[in-house]
């Protein structure tokens, strides 16, 4: 059985969706990333890197980093989450993970912060909106619609929608991104995305206290 570890809110929140969307048996272990501990012990352990999501494929194999997590799992469902390796469309998948990764997610992250992985002070978020926003709206314009390859959902979806719930929490304006207002309010009418916002409660709080 597959082991996803995970932290409420965090980028984990991808996988935990398409695991839950391909209806793939795993259990899901919540870690204490203030404390690096998960019930089991030292979550260093597990992933020396100190952050999540790790994803256990074997009594002693543990995959890191969501991107390469996110297509492992896409390769072991069932459902048409990945498209065939000897077409450009699987190319252009692994293009957006990657993207998505790098551009985006890193760049939510302030070194500024406080206390939080996610910008809290006002100018950290200022500072993370500067470089988040043309992002964006490099993906905005490109969207295909309603999900981001087009008509098919696929790996890169969850790891979007990981992106767009970080806007909600930080309060940054959809007002020029249209495309991608719709495409967040589209993945939370998801039965998969519905079940692990309620398995993972209440994210990190993005505010001092």
Known sequence: MLRLFYAS????MAPHIL???AGLDFEAEKVNLDRKTWRGGDYNQINPKSYVPTLQVSPSTYLTECAVILEYIARKAKG????????LAYWQER???NYIATEL?????SPFRRGNWLPNTADS???????VAPRLQYVEERFKGPWLMGKRFSMADPYLFVM????RRLEFSFGNLPKLQMFDERMRERTSVQEVLRVEGRPHSVTDG
């Open 95 to 97: 293009m957006w993970l």
């Open 80 to 87: 048409d989450y990945r498209s065939s390796e000897d077409s």
């Open 164 to 167: 767009t719930n970080w806007m």
């Open 125 to 131: 978020k200022k500072l993370v909106w500067q470089r």
């Open 19 to 21: 695991l839950t969307d």
């Open 105 to 109: 997610h890193k760049n939510f992250i």
């Open 9 to 12: 809110g965090t980028s984990a």
